[in-house]
């Protein structure tokens, strides 16, 4: 167990793809970048987990399921991922993807927007967005498919600690991170496209907003990469970047300035600290602390509620 590592959140600047031809190109960048943290920062720092923004191989730029499975969609495992699975086996690191559009041929009419774990040993684990933008992303979720019986919210346990990634919405959601700390998930990674006005700056800066209180409400790490594509490269909108690693008392320990680009940042994680928080503390242990019983409303569906949102 390697309890205290450096985390690499990695942002990309690419030109929006047409077709799956594109990608390869747009992972050896990353390749290239996973050695950039690892090797660049090595007199400093030993990285041991480097962290890719949603969208980084291919957004959803088209209109329909059909478009985004004829033009960009692939199957996972595939040659990208296990060009990923022997960087890290030679860096002796743990990536976590850029998103796929995936096709998974037990459910052919379906599209996922799946992130991948990947380590020394394979792809430890994939994680499909539960939670689409509506409307603007039309591939699926999980959630919503007559008899889907993978998990939900993986958890991987490795040598650098319980690790669980969710997509950009998701974290918007907060049952949705609460299950990957229920999970056992000590390193929450955001894999995030968060565009702008809803960015790292001041007025409305969610992106910030958000991965502090998730760290906090979970007493977890949070890693969290941000697409840096400009306009021109992801229209119809500008993402701002801005990724950050925040402790587990909601402190940011790094982040990059905010603005397209691509950027790399670097933060510790000590899952000694942590791991001895967990146990000692009382207060703000909300984990521990949680009454599962008291919000029995969050399992109707919302047309089973009264007007109000309150109790029946």
């Given at each position: 167990m390697i309890e205290r590592y450096y985390a690499a959140a990695c942002q990309t600047d690419f030109p929006?793809?047409?077709?799956?031809?594109?990608?390869?190109?747009?992972?050896?960048?990353?390749?290239?970048m996973v050695d950039h943290a690892v090797v660049g920062y090595s007199p400093f720092f030993d990285v041991r987990l480097v962290?890719?923004?949603?969208?980084?191989?291919?957004?959803?730029r088209y209109a329909t399921v059909d478009e985004l499975r004829d033009k960009l969609a692939v199957p996972i495992p595939n040659e990208h991922t296990d060009r990923y699975v022997a960087r890290a086996r030679k860096r002796g690191v743990y990536i976590q993807t850029g998103t796929f559009l995936e096709a998974d041929p037990r459910y052919p009419d379906a599209v996922f927007n799946t992130t991948c774990l990947i380590g020394p040993d394979g792809v430890l684990a994939r994680y499909r967005k539960v939670n689409p933008w509506l409307p603007w992303e039309v591939h699926?979720?999980?959630?919503?498919?007559?008899?889907?019986?993978?998990?939900?919210?993986?958890?991987?346990?490795?040598?650098?600690?319980?690790?669980?990634?969710?997509?950009?919405y998701d974290w918007l959601f907060p049952?949705?991170?609460?299950a990957l700390a229920l999970a056992g998930a000590e390193v929450l990674i955001r894999v995030s496209a968060y565009m702008d006005p809803w960015g790292a700056t001041p007025p409305m800066d969610w992106w910030t907003l958000f991965n502090r209180a998730r760290a906090?409400?979970?007493l977890a790490y949070v890693v969290a990469s941000n697409q840096g594509a400009s306009l021109a490269n992801y229209p119809p909108f500008s993402w701002p970047g801005g990724s950050m690693i925040v402790d587990y008392d909601g402190r940011i320990l790094s982040q990059a300035d905010p603005g397209?680009?691509?950027?790399?940042?670097?933060?510790?994680?000590?899952?000694?600290?942590?791991?001895?928080?967990?146990?000692?503390?009382?207060?703000?242990?909300?984990?521990?602390q949680l009454r599962h019983g008291a919000y029995s409303d969050l399992h109707a569906r919302p047309d089973d509620r009264p007007p109000g949102g309150g109790s029946r």
């Open positions: 929006s793809p047409r077709s799956r031809d594109e990608i390869p190109k747009r992972v050896d960048r990353m390749l290239e962290v890719f923004p949603e969208f980084a191989h291919s957004p959803p699926a979720s999980p959630a919503d498919l007559p008899g889907y019986d993978e998990p939900l919210f993986p958890v991987v346990e490795t040598e650098i600690g319980r690790l669980g990634a969710a997509i950009c049952e949705a991170i609460r906090v409400e979970n397209p680009g691509e950027k790399i940042v670097v933060g510790p994680i000590d899952l000694a600290a942590l791991r001895a928080e967990r146990g000692r503390r009382r207060g703000h242990h909300m984990l521990s």
